[in-house]
């Protein structure tokens, strides 16, 4: 490949987890650290895809039900879990996953658009799906996993 | 032949229309029997007149249509545009056009249905031993994406699309064992099912078409002999939004 078109075709890393059977990738660069499962306080009258909040060395950090919020069947918390912190939009909140894997390297152009043929607000987090070892994997956009208001709302915990 | 009787004195002007209206009906000229083969033309014809009311089955006419007496009248009182088009052609307008010829139809079983769509309309079958990987915030309907060979194929749950959410959706759905998977001629997305039963041909004079399809547009007809179900595939599978 020309120095041209590596120019406008960027390596971007990665960090990809897995929940059930599907493995997914979020941008390297908004991961701030993954953790071990931890005592997560519940939140009363918080929604549903709010698990509570944990205690980060001194900062209140909502964490996020991703199964939920994926639409996948809740599971048991066990020793692979992972509450992998994020920043968004200048929001800091943890994501529980059931495993952290690896950190992956691609292209932009090894990014496909996935289909949507639900509504577009349903799978607007969704940024596209690459191969990857004979699996495919989804991309998060995290800037889109939750709404303003949404992210609006966990500041008020 | 029946004579019109000579009419009552008239009073009411209802009662002097319907008086000419069974004179016209009554009045037929003997020769007029003879005329067999123009005639029918011309009741296709009086069909384009009225494009909007379309027959419930699609004329696919492999003879001429027998037409009565009172009918060939009719048409001589009524003036009659020359159609560019023949009037049969017009109504399958709307149809594909696979459906106006003999075609090669695959046979396959969905949820104990037998169904039949034109072969045409795939590309290929494959049996797959690997699950489809889900794709967050998709319709339950969409059982996720396939790589295979060189195409990335949405996989479809043919049931829910077929039968609705509500019979569609069965407890098993999540692990739903199909193992068959018809690919879509554009190779953009698979329809799961149960089985795959064998290709037959199909006369387009042995099939109940529908040719008004504003609910359930993708059931295009039904072979009359199996009363199997065809399937438009094309209007079955979604429109991509994207990519």
Known sequence: MSEDKKQGDPIMQWVTFCLGDEKYGINVMQVQEVLRITEIAPVPGAPSYVLGIINLRGNVVTVIDTRNRFGLPSKDTDDASRVVIIETDRHIIGILVDSVAEVVEMRASEIETAPNVGNEESSKYIQGVTSRDNHLLILVDLNKFLSDDEKAELDMF | ?243
């Open chain 2, 1 to 243: 032949m029946t004579q019109a009787k000579p009419p009552p004195s008239i009073v009411h002007q209802q009662l002097a229309l319907d008086v000419y209206l069974q004179t016209l009906l009554d009045e037929v000229p003997e020769a007029d029997e003879a005329v067999s083969v123009k005639p029918a033309i011309a009741v296709e014809r009086l069909v384009v007149e009225e494009p909007i009311k379309l027959p419930d089955t699609v004329p696919v006419v492999t003879s001429s249509p027998k037409v009565s007496s009172k009918a060939l009248v009719r048409n001589r009182q009524t003036k009659l545009v020359e159609p560019e088009i023949p009037a049969k052609l017009q109504a399958l307008s709307i149809m594909p056009d696979w459906s106006q010829y003999e075609f090669q139809a695959l046979f396959f079983k969905v949820d104990k249905l037998i169904l039949a769509t034109p072969l045409i309309e795939l590309s290929r079958t494959i049996k797959i031993d690997r699950k489809p990987t889900k794709i967050p915030g998709q319709p339950s309907w969409f059982l996720g994406l396939l790589d295979e060979h060189d195409s990335r194929i949405g996989v479809l749950d043919t049931r829910q699309l077929i039968f609705g959410k509500s019979r569609g959706m069965q407890p098993d759905s999540e692990e739903y064992p199909f193992e068959r998977i018809l690919i879509t001629q554009d190779k953009k997305w698979g329809l799961v099912c149960d089985e795959i039963l064998s290709i037959g041909k199909v006369k387009p004079d042995g099939v109940r078409w529908r040719t008004a399809r504003q609910k359930k547009p993708w059931l295009i007809g039904t072979v009359i002999d199996e009363l199997t179900a065809i399937i438009d595939v094309k209007q079955l599978v979604p429109h991509r939004k994207n990519s």
